[in-house]
Nanobody, 117 residues
Framework: QVQLVESGGGLVQAGGSLRLSCAASGRTFSSRTMAWFRQAPGKERERVAAISANGRTNYQDAVKGRFTISRDNAKNTVYLQMNSLKPEDTAVYYC???????????WGQGTQVTVSS
């Protein structure tokens, strides 16, 4: 079983930065693909960025060049550094971990990010 706890959300002005953290329990963290998703009011949840066990990353087009996903396996933590934030980045951000089936089976509770114009 894996438990995920996000932190680092908040209110920031457009152009500002935030760093989200996701602390994971469990011994198999380092072997799992981890990802950040977000869900804005009235919209479907969408994947923002993902990082594989070997460190390969991919990003949604809307955040490329502004967001960076990283992981520290020694600390069982995955991060999302968000720079040049825009009002359209406002959403609840969720950390997710891949399960044995290849789908995202583990989810955090979410952290609110609000970007004011």
């Amino acid at each position: 079983q894996v438990q995920l706890v996000e932190s680092g959300g908040g209110l920031v002005q457009a152009g500002g930065s935030l760093r989200l953290s996701c602390a994971a329990s469990g011994r198999t963290f380092s072997s799992r693909t981890m990802a950040w998703f977000r869900q804005a009011p009235g919209k479907e949840r969408e994947r923002v960025a993902a990082i594989s066990a070997n460190g390969r990353t991919n990003y949604q087009d809307a955040v490329k060049g502004r967001f960076t996903i990283s992981r520290d396996n020694a600390k069982n933590t995955v991060y999302l550094q968000m720079n040049s934030l825009k009002p359209e980045d406002t959403a609840v951000y969720y950390c997710a971990g891949e399960g044995v089936s290849g789908t995202y089976a583990y989810w955090g509770q979410g952290t609110q990010v609000t970007v004011s114009s």
